[in-house]
């Protein structure tokens, strides 16, 4: 128990850190003319702005980019409900991408590289018995990099629509809080006038929150699965 207390501890400051980090972004480093430019470019494509951004996130997330800063520049750029459509759309997009490569290209090379990881080789053989809750699982942790899952996955005998299908499911809710803080912060600054109201606030809070438990808990479910795989 004590343990559990302790990971949510450090979950919740690593969440704060980066929500924190965000805001003093907007404060400082970046300014309303720079905000305005980048919007101006994007929206100069016109009806293929969002198709646009969404095909540079494929690429540049294939090739080990981090997922979540084009989520919050996503966030920044489009209206929620766009900016979620293309997170989800663009993150399964790479997730595919990255899947096929694995499975096709480089499944000697990858096999190689999970067996000297730590648990590797017991979380590949879950995979097989319980697929559905790993995926969800490994989607639900932010800090294991998302293209170290793709090429995980895909030397796997997992089939492709599973994988797709919780992949979707799985790195929603972390991709929807990125996208929320990008556009609240977007709209903080290109709407100075009208500060954001305290509800805002309370929905990113929460979204913190209820982020760090569900890491908490996937953590405690698959290393349970490990321990039970184990025996």
Avoid at 5 to 19: G, N, Q, R
Avoid at 165 to 180: D, K, N, S
Wanted: glycine share 6%; net charge positive; proline share 2%.
């Amino acid at each position: 128990m004590k343990r559990a207390h302790k990971s949510l501890l450090k979950v919740c400051v690593i969440f704060a850190s980066i929500a924190t980090l965000a805001i003093v972004c907007w404060k400082f480093l970046i300014t309303e003319e720079q905000l305005r430019d980048g919007l101006s470019y994007i929206n100069s494509f016109g009806r293929w702005s969002v198709v646009v951004y969404a095909m540079l996130y494929v690429t540049l997330v294939s090739l080990s980019f981090p997922s979540s800063l084009f989520n919050i520049t996503a966030g920044v750029l489009f209206s929620f409900t766009e900016a979620i459509i293309v997170a989800s759309v663009s993150g399964l997009g790479a997730a595919s991408i990255t899947f096929f490569i694995s499975r096709f290209l480089l499944h000697d090379y990858v096999c190689d590289k999970v067996k000297r990881v730590k648990n590797g080789n017991e979380t590949l053989k879950l995979v097989q018995t319980d697929s559905a809750k790993v995926i969800l699982l490994l989607r639900l942790n932010p800090f294991i990099p998302a293209v170290v899952k793709n090429y995980g996955l895909g030397v796997t005998d997992l089939r492709y629509m599973k994988y797709a299908v919780f992949t979707l499911i799985g790195q929603f809710p972390i991709a929807a809080l990125y996208v929320y803080l990008g556009w609240m912060g977007g709209r903080a600054m290109l709407d100075q006038d009208n500060e954001l109201s305290t509800v805002h606030w309370v929905v990113l809070g929460l979204g913190l929150i209820v982020s760090a438990f569900t890491l908490v808990a996937s953590r405690y479910f698959f290393n349970k699965k490990l321990q039970e795989q184990g025996e």
